[in-house]
Every structure is written in structure tokens, then in C-alpha cells.
């Protein structure tokens, strides 16, 4: 921190060494009643905003950040709203700073105060790069790029409804427009996110999805992230009206996998932009017909591109490079799930092989997401013989020291379960019902009790398993479940079954 801000930095000191909480307390009223004064001293005229125009920049920048900062630890601060405000409408961009960071942390969207800053937010929003050069630059006057990430930044963090509504279409403008620096095409993107997050359906998909399709065409990585993030939002609102925009995705994700077209800023251990190609996917999820119509001229290119990511995507040496990799390869698995019959076999069985890989590792979050993706994949029909090569694996993850894992073992154990292995798996989760938590222990005794009643060929192996329940774990077998078996027993045409309960 500058030496300009010493009576801040002599403040926070004073706060660190305080022995007590109402040490603190008491220091910090202190500090508040003379601000307030400051701020209001009684014999001299305030301006008309509210303001004391007898204090220097410097005083004004360093009260307010006080009162930030005795926010910050949790104190109410109700007063200092004209000085931050005057603080915004500042020239200075050393002014703006602070006046922004204040805005954004002690004043509420429903703060009446808010409806005279929007005048200022939106001449700082449409401040373009080329208004500096038509003047001389005045000493300490701001960066134009940089007052309007300053107003994005505050706007999204506020978010108020008024301010919503009085803004959104600046904000869409600021995006759009080709004057506008990539910094502030992010910024943009990502305020307008927050905006549509808070106030759903603010924007038209029918209108807004060209334009979008536009920014989609962006060399800059970084603006493309950013652009994706709310992309998924938007399609996640309006799902059909954002489909047409599944080739630009497609063609992006084309560059960076197969072409591995990315500036050296964004590869990251040499995998291009995988925070981008996550977003890619996950957005290509909202659409499980993608590649029903194979005449699309996407399709072929879409199911390259993901058989590359399976094909290539291996264990590294490098812990951060393989955690980037198998997020995208699940995300890649995640896709093909969610296309489902419509994905080519052979890709639901390329994919089924590289997580019975996974599920086998010693990495337990690696084997948590394998399970739980293999159980996914697995309810698609014709995909659960490939799952049960991978039975023997399961039962062993059923007994993992964590209990994540074991929850994912017992789910892809329900799927994978039927007439051929039905035995075999209940016996073996009957058999660890003795040694597993409390925790889960209700949700084995629910799973075993459907899996034998639905599989059993012999009902005096259901009868036994039903009864072995009840010995094992009595407490955690609920009603029906007994009343299910005494059911069956008493309604059961051949009387041996009776005699042998």
C-alpha cells in the first residue's frame, strides 16, 4: 500500500493488535463517529449531492476505505454513501477506483441512492477507447477501457432489479460492439451472466443468439470462455432457441482439439484451454439429438472430436495435466451419455473401457467420478454388458476406505444387476452389510431387498436374504420390506415354501 494511505495502514494496525473483540469493537466505533463527522462536520455547506467538498482526494479516499474495510470484518456501516458517490463520478481514475470497490460493497440494488448513479454507470459503460483520443488526456484522467471493466465489475456485483432493467442494454451494446477491448468483452459477457442469473429470461433468445453467434467468431480465448459461460446460462433458459448455435461450438472445439489451435497464454501443461473445451461440452449436453440428423454437416465432426479426446486422453506423470485431462475425457463420457442410443456403439464401448480404467485407480476421486459416469452410461440400453465386466472392480470399490465411493460402488451394483449375477452380488453386499457404516447402511438394506425380490429365481433364497436382513441389520429394514416377504410367503401357492420360512 502507498505511503499516502499511512492513516489506513496505522487503523488496520491498530484492529490486528486488539487483544479482544470489544477492544475492537470499541476502536472501530471510534474510528466510525469520526468519519461521520468528517463527513458531516456541521459548520460548513455540503454540496447538492450530499457530499462535504472540503475534503481533499485523499481524505475522502482514505475515510471510505475505512468504512470498506470495517464492513469487510462484518461492522454495519449505514452513512458515506455521498462521499462514494462522489467518488464514482470522479475524473480521477485513483477516485473511481475506490468509489467503485465502495459501491459494490456497501450499497444494495435497493438502495434509493442507487437511481442517481445510474447516470454515471452508464456514460462510464459507453465511455468507448477512441473518446480519450479526440482530446489532450488531462493529468490523472482515466483509461476508458478501464472505467468501463470498473462499471461491469460494480454493476455485477450489485445486481439490483432497477438496475437490471435500466442497464441490461448498455451492457449488451458494451459486448457487442467492435470498439470494445477484449478485457471489456469479458467483463461484459460475465456481468451480463450475473444479470440474467438474477432476473431470468431477461434476454430474447430469438434476437440475442446472433449475436452471440457473432462473439462466438472471436480469435481471443479468453473472450470465448467468457462468452460460453453465459452461452450456458442462456441455453440453459431457453434450450431451442440457442441449438443453432451447436456448429459454432462444434468448430471451436474442432480447433482446439484437433488442431491444438491455442495462444500459448491459455495451454495449460500443454493441454489447450481446457477450462474453454469443459464449457464446450457441458453446453453440448443441453442437446441430446446433436447428432441424430447424421446429414448435419457438424455431426461427423462432432463425433471425431470426441473420439479423439477418448482416444488420447491418458494418465499423465504431471498431477495438474491429468486432472485437466480426465476433466474434459468425463465430460467428453458425460456427452455420450446423454446422447445416449443415439451415440454410435462403438464409441459407448470405447468409453465403457477407459472407465473401467479409471475405476481401478488408486486416485479415489478419479474412481468416485468412474463409477459414477460408468453408472450412468450403463442404464443405456445395450451398454450394462460392458458394465458388468467390470463387476469384480465394483465389489472392491465397495469396500474403499471412503464412503463416497462405496455410495457409487452400491449405485453401479444396482444397475448392473439382473438374473445372471443377481446371486452373486447380493450375497456379496449381504456379506459387507455386517461391516459398513450407518450411514449407508439403510440404503444397502433398500437395495438388496428390490435386487433379490426383482431377480430371484428361487424364492427360498429370497426368503433366506430377506431374513438375513432382518438378523444382520433388523433396525434399518423398514415395514415394507417385511410385510413384503410375509406377503409373498402366506400368498404363495406350494405350501413348502411356508414350512421351509
Same mark, same amino acid.
Given at each position: 500500500?502507498?505511503?499516502?494511505?499511512?492513516?489506513?495502514n496505522?487503523?488496520i494496525?491498530d484492529l490486528?493488535n486488539s487483544?479482544s473483540?470489544?477492544?475492537?469493537?470499541?476502536?472501530?466505533e471510534?474510528e466510525?463517529?469520526?468519519?461521520?463527522?468528517k463527513?458531516?462536520?456541521?459548520d460548513s455547506?455540503l454540496a447538492?449531492?450530499?457530499s462535504?467538498?472540503?475534503?481533499?482526494s &485523499?481524505?475522502?479516499k %482514505?475515510?471510505?476505505?475505512?468504512?470498506?474495510?470495517i464492513h469487510?470484518?462484518?461492522? +454495519?456501516v !449505514?452513512?458515506?454513501?455521498?462521499?462514494?458517490?462522489?467518488l464514482v463520478?470522479?475524473a480521477?481514475?485513483s477516485?473511481k477506483?475506490v468509489g467503485?470497490?465502495?459501491l459494490?460493497? $456497501?450499497l444494495?440494488?435497493?438502495?434509493?441512492?442507487?437511481?442517481s448513479?445510474i447516470g454515471?454507470?452508464k456514460? @462510464?459503460?459507453?465511455?468507448?477507447?477512441?473518446?480519450?483520443?479526440?482530446g489532450?488526456k488531462a493529468? #490523472?484522467a482515466?483509461?476508458?477501457d478501464?472505467?468501463?471493466?470498473?462499471?461491469l465489475?460494480?454493476l455485477a456485483n450489485?445486481?439490483g432489479?432497477?438496475?437490471?432493467q435500466?442497464?441490461?442494454?448498455?451492457v449488451?451494446?458494451v459486448?457487442v460492439?467492435p470498439s470494445?477491448t477484449?478485457q471489456?468483452?469479458?467483463?461484459?459477457a460475465?456481468c /451480463?451472466l450475473r444479470?440474467?442469473r438474477?432476473?431470468p429470461?431477461?434476454l430474447?433468445?430469438? +434476437?440475442f443468439?446472433p449475436?452471440?453467434?457473432?462473439l462466438?467468431?472471436?480469435q481471443? $480465448?479468453?473472450?470465448?470462455?467468457s462468452v460460453?459461460s453465459l452461452?450456458?446460462?442462456?441455453a440453459?433458459?431457453?434450450?431451442?432457441?440457442y441449438e443453432?448455435?451447436?456448429?459454432?461450438?462444434?468448430h471451436i472445439?474442432?480447433k $482446439?482439439?484437433?488442431k491444438k489451435n491455442?495462444a500459448r497464454?491459455?495451454l495449460?501443461?500443454?493441454?489447450?484451454?481446457?477450462w474453454l473445451?469443459i464449457?464446450?461440452?457441458?453446453?453440448?449436453q443441453? &442437446?441430446?439429438?446433436?447428432?441424430?440428423?447424421n446429414?448435419?454437416?457438424y455431426t461427423?465432426q462432432l463425433?471425431?472430436?470426441?473420439s479423439k479426446?477418448?482416444i488420447e486422453?491418458?494418465?499423465?506423470?504431471?498431477?495438474n495435466k491429468?486432472?485437466?485431462d480426465h476433466?474434459?475425457?468425463?465430460e467428453?463420457v458425460?456427452?455420450?451419455?446423454?446422447?445416449g442410443?443415439?451415440c454410435p456403439?462403438e464409441?459407448? +464401448?470405447g468409453a465403457?473401457?477407459?472407465?473401467?480404467?479409471f475405476?481401478?485407480v488408486r486416485e479415489p476421486?478419479?474412481?468416485?467420478l #468412474? $463409477?459414477m459416469?460408468m453408472? %450412468?452410461?450403463?442404464?443405456?440400453e445395450?451398454?450394462?454388458?460392458?458394465?458388468?465386466?467390470h463387476?469384480?472392480t465394483?465389489l472392491?470399490?465397495?469396500? @474403499?476406505? @471412503?464412503i463416497s465411493?462405496?455410495r457409487?460402488?452400491l449405485? /453401479?451394483?444396482f444397475v448392473i444387476c439382473?438374473?445372471?449375477n443377481a446371486?452373486r452380488?447380493?450375497d456379496?453386499?449381504?456379506?459387507? /452389510?455386517?461391516v459398513?457404516?450407518?450411514s449407508?447402511r439403510?440404503?444397502?438394506?433398500l437395495k438388496?431387498?428390490i435386487?433379490?425380490?426383482k431377480?430371484?429365481t428361487d424364492?427360498r433364497?429370497?426368503?433366506?436374504?430377506i431374513l438375513?436382513l432382518i438378523?444382520i441389520?433388523?433396525d434399518?429394514?423398514s !415395514?415394507p420390506?417385511?410385510h413384503?416377504?410375509v406377503q409373498?410367503?402366506?400368498?404363495h401357492?406350494?405350501?413348502d415354501?411356508?414350512?421351509?420360512?
Amino acid at each position: 500500500m502507498s505511503s499516502q494511505a499511512r492513516g489506513l495502514n496505522n487503523f488496520i494496525s491498530d484492529l490486528r493488535n486488539s487483544k479482544s473483540r470489544e477492544e475492537e469493537s470499541n476502536r472501530v466505533e471510534v474510528e466510525l463517529a469520526k468519519i461521520r463527522k468528517k463527513f458531516n462536520p456541521g459548520d460548513s455547506k455540503l454540496a447538492a449531492d450530499g457530499s462535504n467538498p472540503s475534503l481533499s482526494s &485523499y481524505q475522502r479516499k %482514505k475515510y471510505v476505505w475505512k468504512l470498506v474495510y470495517i464492513h469487510v470484518l462484518g461492522y +454495519e456501516v !449505514d452513512f458515506g454513501h455521498a462521499e462514494v458517490l462522489a467518488l464514482v463520478r470522479s475524473a480521477k481514475y485513483s477516485e473511481k477506483v475506490v468509489g467503485y470497490a465502495a459501491l459494490s460493497l $456497501l450499497l444494495r440494488g435497493s438502495d434509493p441512492v442507487m437511481a442517481s448513479v445510474i447516470g454515471t454507470l452508464k456514460a @462510464d459503460l459507453t465511455a468507448g477507447p477512441g473518446d480519450a483520443a479526440r482530446g489532450k488526456k488531462a493529468k #490523472g484522467a482515466v483509461k476508458n477501457d478501464a472505467v468501463q471493466c470498473l462499471a461491469l465489475c460494480s454493476l455485477a456485483n450489485i445486481a439490483g432489479l432497477e438496475l437490471i432493467q435500466a442497464m441490461h442494454v448498455e451492457v449488451q451494446r458494451v459486448l457487442v460492439a467492435p470498439s470494445s477491448t477484449e478485457q471489456v468483452r469479458k467483463k461484459a459477457a460475465l456481468c /451480463l451472466l450475473r444479470l440474467t442469473r438474477t432476473s431470468p429470461n431477461l434476454l430474447s433468445g430469438r +434476437e440475442f443468439a446472433p449475436r452471440v453467434a457473432n462473439l462466438l467468431q472471436d480469435q481471443h $480465448l479468453g473472450v470465448l470462455t467468457s462468452v460460453m459461460s453465459l452461452l450456458s446460462c442462456l441455453a440453459s433458459q431457453q434450450t431451442p432457441e440457442y441449438e443453432g448455435l451447436i456448429p459454432h461450438v462444434v468448430h471451436i472445439l474442432s480447433k $482446439l482439439v484437433m488442431k491444438k489451435n491455442c495462444a500459448r497464454d491459455y495451454l495449460y501443461y500443454r493441454t489447450p484451454s481446457p477450462w474453454l473445451q469443459i464449457k464446450l461440452l457441458k453446453f453440448l449436453q443441453l &442437446y441430446p439429438n446433436a447428432i441424430e440428423n447424421n446429414t448435419a454437416e457438424y455431426t461427423s465432426q462432432l463425433i471425431n472430436v470426441v473420439s479423439k479426446i477418448m482416444i488420447e486422453t491418458d494418465v499423465s506423470e504431471s498431477i495438474n495435466k491429468s486432472n485437466a485431462d480426465h476433466a474434459i475425457l468425463f465430460e467428453a463420457v458425460n456427452l455420450i451419455v446423454v446422447w445416449g442410443p443415439t451415440c454410435p456403439v462403438e464409441m459407448r +464401448e470405447g468409453a465403457m473401457k477407459i472407465l473401467g480404467k479409471f475405476i481401478s485407480v488408486r486416485e479415489p476421486n478419479i474412481r468416485y467420478l #468412474g $463409477l459414477m459416469t460408468m453408472a %450412468k452410461l450403463a442404464q443405456i440400453e445395450g451398454s450394462v454388458e460392458g458394465a458388468k465386466k467390470h463387476q469384480a472392480t465394483v465389489l472392491v470399490s465397495l469396500k @474403499d476406505a @471412503d464412503i463416497s465411493v462405496r455410495r457409487r460402488a452400491l449405485d /453401479l451394483l444396482f444397475v448392473i444387476c439382473d438374473t445372471d449375477n443377481a446371486e452373486r452380488i447380493v450375497d456379496e453386499l449381504v456379506a459387507h /452389510l455386517v461391516v459398513a457404516d450407518a450411514s449407508i447402511r439403510e440404503e444397502m438394506v433398500l437395495k438388496i431387498a428390490i435386487l433379490a425380490e426383482k431377480y430371484a429365481t428361487d424364492l427360498r433364497w429370497y426368503v433366506d436374504t430377506i431374513l438375513k436382513l432382518i438378523s444382520i441389520s433388523g433396525d434399518y429394514v423398514s !415395514d415394507p420390506i417385511w410385510h413384503r416377504v410375509v406377503q409373498i410367503v402366506t400368498n404363495h401357492p406350494q405350501g413348502d415354501l411356508q414350512g421351509y420360512a
